[in-house]
């Protein structure tokens, strides 16, 4: 869950990205596709229950990001200038670009790289 991937951070800042990080594990451990990312991208448009499930899923992600970015500022680590909601609103929608990503290139190096780029987005 995020939540513990949001536990093992010393600062606010270092949980979201071990979060980030543990997804991406995620990704190159599990060979199936993100079930959420396929209903998204599959159910969304055309089952209103899936679409209200998925986006309460994301909504609670986003909140969890947010709050941690907002302790981040808090703290020091974040930038006082990022906007807490849309750097989270940014986070979450990028998991299902991290997952595309690995399904079409198979490229682990690519895929920590992107990773990479995300967090530095973050910390910037």
């Known amino acids: ?28 451990i599990d060979t199936k596709t993100c079930l959420s990312i396929n209903s998204t991208f599959e159910l969304s448009r055309i089952d209103e229950d899936v679409n209200r499930m998925l986006k309460q899923q994301a909504n609670n992600s986003i909140k969890l990001f947010e709050d941690l970015f907002i302790r981040a500022q808090q703290e020091g680590d974040l930038s006082a200038e990022k906007d807490p909601c849309l750097l989270a609103y940014f986070v979450v929608t990028n998991f299902a670009s991290l997952w595309n990503a690995d399904l079409l290139f198979n490229d682990k190096k690519r895929l920590y790289k992107l990773t990479d780029f995300l967090i530095n987005i973050i910390r910037a």
């Open 1 to 28: 869950s995020y939540q513990a991937s949001a536990n093992k951070g010393v600062s606010a800042l270092e949980s979201a990205i071990s979060i980030i990080r543990d997804i991406v594990r995620t990704i190159l």
